[in-house]
């Protein structure tokens, strides 16, 4: 994760020589775009007229080009703007340590048009069923449990954790 690159750039040991790369592609295809691995932030519906202002003025904060300098610098993650993106690259960003090699994040979310199937997921409790499938993997890779085994327990198991979600929007159909 680009997240990490922070850590790896605050903590690494003088003399560690590192850099990040897109990750190959065969040849004879086509690269297209990775998906964002991280959280996602969402304003919903059925909030207070002062909720929504608050919402607003958190959006308009997390938009502006410097707060995305603080945030990159801070985290290690991406900016969540093009124009944040924009703003760190004229102030230099991506051009010295411990920050060089961050934009290969941005290189590689964009490297193509998205398509049906890399524009990204949109799934409830997600991170419950992201760590429920790092858990059959690990199953799996530990010779614990069979392939067919882990596979069937991840789809039990992320049935449920789909239907917990279900029950947050009582009479609703969800795509």
Request: glycine share 10%.
């Amino acid at each position: 994760s680009v997240g990490d690159h922070g850590t790896v750039g605050r903590t690494q040991k003088e003399g560690m020589n590192w850099d990040v790369a897109e990750l190959p592609v065969y040849a004879g295809t086509e690269r297209k775009n990775s998906l964002v691995g991280g959280a996602s932030l969402w304003v919903l519906s059925g909030k207070s007229d002062a909720e929504y202002k608050g919402a607003a003025a958190f959006l308009n904060f997390i938009h502006d080009p410097k707060t995305a300098l603080f945030w990159s610098t801070n985290t290690g993650y991406i900016p969540v703007t093009k124009s944040g993106f924009d703003y760190l690259k004229s102030q230099g960003f991506y051009d010295k340590a411990p920050y060089k090699g961050r934009e290969v994040a941005i290189a590689s979310l964009t490297a193509s048009e998205p398509t049906e199937i890399t524009r990204g997921i949109r799934l409830g409790n997600f991170t419950q069923i992201r760590a429920e499938f790092g858990t059959q993997m690990q199953a799996i890779f530990a010779n614990k449990v069979s392939v067919q085994e882990g596979l069937d327990t991840l789809v039990k198991n992320g049935d449920a954790i789909l239907e917990r979600f279900q029950q947050t929007y009582p009479g609703k159909t969800l795509p």
